[in-house]
């Protein structure tokens, strides 16, 4: 019997998997006793960071995303950290000069992170330069990864060429990136060992099991040579999360051909601390079972699961509920109009948003969003293939003549300084300044709370002592 071959996991319970079934809103005090648990399994990284927990961090929770990330790394010392960068766009909406993204990525390493994911929604790989530099500088793990989709120009030379570029960009790993779930087993066979044969760093594969393919998925790509796979503890797996951590397990440790590593007693043990959350999830309404099952509209429009549930708020807001098929309908139309763009943040947003005023006013493009004129404009960066002049001229107007082909970021001028003094008021670490910077309104709320939180009265205290006590 010849030599088994390990396939090594990421975990996606502390980041993605909680962000695709509850909206980002685990808390650091529900991860804090099963840090050390996981740290014992064997993964080869727990995804804990980046994405939109941040985001939610700071808006939702109240909880400073840099203070969760110090606070994991202490619980965990033998499994390496990663996090997921929007390139250009940081774990904002917009891009950012490249001092910002300098020093975002040098204080992330900093306080933590070892592996830094970094993906650009437009495929545009000169959004992730500045990002894979920066990695690089200050000693991280840099991963390149190309957000996967479908469409008639997307074919898998396509992709090959762009992780070929990737590599010798300088990425010390690759990743495809299937947000919506639209990979199926024999096409990732094909692609996997294809790119297997073009680099020689190690490929990462993410899904999600939003179409019901992603444990078969992940199963021939282990068959056709990938490195590592994403899956979450069956908690907050499955749906629009990954495919669940311990069946694979399982399944690849009773195959012939395979091995994991990992700790099935460790692995129970956690899963033991998660399962009470998701029950609470469930009974409070936060964990809704409308994302739980598989929903084949994801391979017929496209559209990943998040990306639906946006869709649905948006005309229950509308009162247009009835235009729900018209819409899916629309999305189509809408991305291939700015050149089939892949349906992850911020572009799925923007072109769901775009099809929703197309049909609830019943007039396409009668209403365009300033950030669907930036698509245009070329502000994200190049679209899949070159958006038609005529298009442009209908969206942009006399405007159309002065769209960009340069990387974005070169226009940008350096905006560390400023940030810096925008927020002094409220700064009381270094991060605080990157905090405000990528999300001014929330980010000034939350330094108001902090303060508020320091310096509580305790009113018992004030009584007896006539005194403030900071808490």
Not at 23 to 36: G, I, S, W
Not at 259 to 272: F, I, Q, V, Y
Not at 303 to 314: A, D, I, K, R
Request: glycine content about 6%; some cysteine; proline content about 5%.
């Amino acid at each position: 019997m010849s030599e088994k071959r390990k396939i090594k996991f990421t975990e996606t319970i502390l980041r993605d998997a909680h962000q695709s079934l509850i909206a980002t809103r685990m808390k650091t005090e529900d991860m804090v006793p099963a840090l050390e648990v996981l740290d014992a399994v064997g993964y080869n990284a727990l995804e804990c960071w980046g994405g939109a927990t941040f985001d939610a961090s700071v808006r939702f929770l109240h909880e400073d995303p840099w203070g969760r990330l110090r606070t994991i790394r202490a619980h965990v010392k033998n499994t390496k950290l990663q996090m997921l960068l929007r390139g250009q766009n940081l774990l904002g909406y917009r891009h950012y000069a490249d001092d910002m993204v300098d020093e975002f990525v040098n204080k992330s390493i900093a306080n933590g992170i070892d592996i830094v994911r970094i993906f650009d929604a437009f495929n545009d790989v000169r959004n992730l330069e500045a990002s894979i530099k920066a990695c690089r500088k200050y000693g991280g793990h840099a991963q390149g990864t190309i957000s996967y989709t479908l469409s008639p120009v997307h074919t898998p030379e396509m992709f090959i060429k762009l992780i070929r570029q990737i590599a010798e960009m300088g990425a010390d790993s690759v990743c495809i990136k299937d947000m919506a779930g639209l990979l199926d087993p024999y096409n990732t066979y094909n692609l996997v060992k294809a790119i297997k044969s073009e680099v020689s760093i190690p490929l990462e594969l993410h899904t999600h099991a939003t179409s019901g393919l992603g444990s078969m998925t992940y199963m021939k790509a282990a068959e056709a040579g990938v490195d590592i796979i994403d899956t979450a503890l069956s908690p907050f797996a499955e749906g629009t999360s990954q495919p669940s951590t311990e069946p694979m397990v399982y399944a690849f440790d009773h195959s012939d051909l395979f091995e994991t590593g990992l700790s099935m007693e460790k692995l129970n043990e956690a899963t033991e601390h998660f399962r009470p959350l998701r029950e609470a999830a469930l009974a409070s309404g936060l964990m809704d079972t409308k994302l739980l099952g598989v929903d084949i509209n994801t391979l017929i429009y496209q559209v990943p699961g998040g990306m639906l549930s946006n869709l649905v708020s948006q005309l229950k807001q509308a009162n247009a509920m009835d235009k729900f098929e018209d819409v899916l309908h629309e999305v189509p139309r809408v991305r291939e109009d700015i050149g089939y763009p892949p349906l992850v943040t911020p572009s799925s947003q923007i072109v769901g948003t775009q099809a929703v005023l197309n049909i609830v006013t019943g007039e396409r493009y009668k209403m365009t969003p300033n950030e669907f004129k930036d698509v245009v404009r070329g502000k994200y960066g190049a679209t899949t293939i070159p958006i038609s002049d005529g298009f442009a001229q209908k969206i942009l107007g006399d405007e159309a003549k002065n769209r960009i082909t340069h990387r974005p970021a070169d226009d940008l001028a350096p905006e560390l300084e400023n940030a810096k003094k925008e927020f002094a008021e409220y700064i009381e670490q270094p991060e605080d300044i990157l905090t405000g910077a990528m999300f001014p309104g929330p980010a000034v709320e939350f330094f108001k709370y902090r303060q508020a939180q320091k310096y509580a009265i305790d009113s018992t205290l004030l009584d007896k002592e006539d005194q403030v006590y900071p808490v």
